[in-house]
């Protein structure tokens, strides 16, 4: 199965400032099929982005996704407060779906 | 609005058996694959299983294979997930979710979730 490796483990900002997350794939995902996730504490998980780059419904165009093959970045250009929260990023594109372990964001 | 409810979870003693419920509204369900994601206490996501929209191609994750069976009764827009034989390991929150699923041997990104229901095998 493929590992999917987040870095760094947690990213300590300031409002305003710019967040760039990484996934690094043990071996190339097929179709580039990486999706992100946000997950605020105690609450559910979120979809951001799939397809690498495609934002979800709903999510601000402060999110970007970008990446192909084996790595892969979330960029958050203006953090807020409420971007607090653990990402985790995903890959689809061979089974069995696997998750990264995740990036905390403290701003 | 898509809104999923999950029910069922629960304390069960290794060995024991549950049966997950997922009540879905706000978008046509048999129009859409369903799957279920779990999340151990303090750690990351785990795909568990997805099903298809008319339940002819589903998949699991070989720790729940044998064990896990995913199903769907589009008459009443419900998703259920059968846990036997559950193990220490198994103790999780169990999401459903609303998935696109892709390939033969199905994988899938999840487009929204439930707020999970607890499982303890204790």
């Known amino acids: 199965e493929i590992v999917l490796t987040q870095s760094p483990g947690t990213l300590s900002l300031s409002p305003g400032e710019r967040a760039t997350l990484s996934c690094r794939a043990s071996?190339?995902?097929?179709?580039?099929?990486l999706a992100w996730y946000k997950q605020k504490p105690g609450q559910a998980p979120m979809l951001i982005i799939y397809g690498a780059f495609y934002r979800a419904t709903g999510i601000p165009d402060r999110f970007s996704g970008s990446g192909s093959g084996t790595d892969f970045t979330l960029t958050i250009s203006r953090l807020e407060p409420e971007d607090s929260a653990i990402f985790y990023c995903q890959q689809y594109g061979s089974a069995p779906a696997t998750f990264g372990g995740g990036t905390k964001v403290e701003i | 609005e898509v809104h999923l409810v999950e029910s069922g979870g629960g304390l069960v003693q290794p060995g024991g058996s549950l049966r997950l419920s997922c009540a879905a509204s706000?978008?046509?369900?048999?129009?859409?694959?369903m799957g279920w994601v779990r999340q151990a206490p303090g750690k990351g996501l785990q795909w568990v299983s997805v099903?298809?929209?008319?339940?002819?191609?589903?998949s699991y994750a070989d720790s729940v294979k044998a064990r896990f069976t995913i199903s769907r009764d589009n008459s009443n827009n419900t998703l259920f997930l059968q846990i036997n034989s559950l193990r220490a390991e198994d103790t999780a929150v169990y999401y459903c979710v609303k998935a696109q699923i892709f390939g033969v041997d199905p994988t899938a990104y999840f487009e929204n979730w439930g707020q999970g229901t607890p499982v303890t095998v204790s």
């Open positions: 706000g978008f046509t369900f048999n129009n859409y694959a």
């Open positions: 099903i298809s929209s008319k339940s002819g191609s589903k």
């Open positions: 071996q190339s995902i097929s179709g580039d099929y």
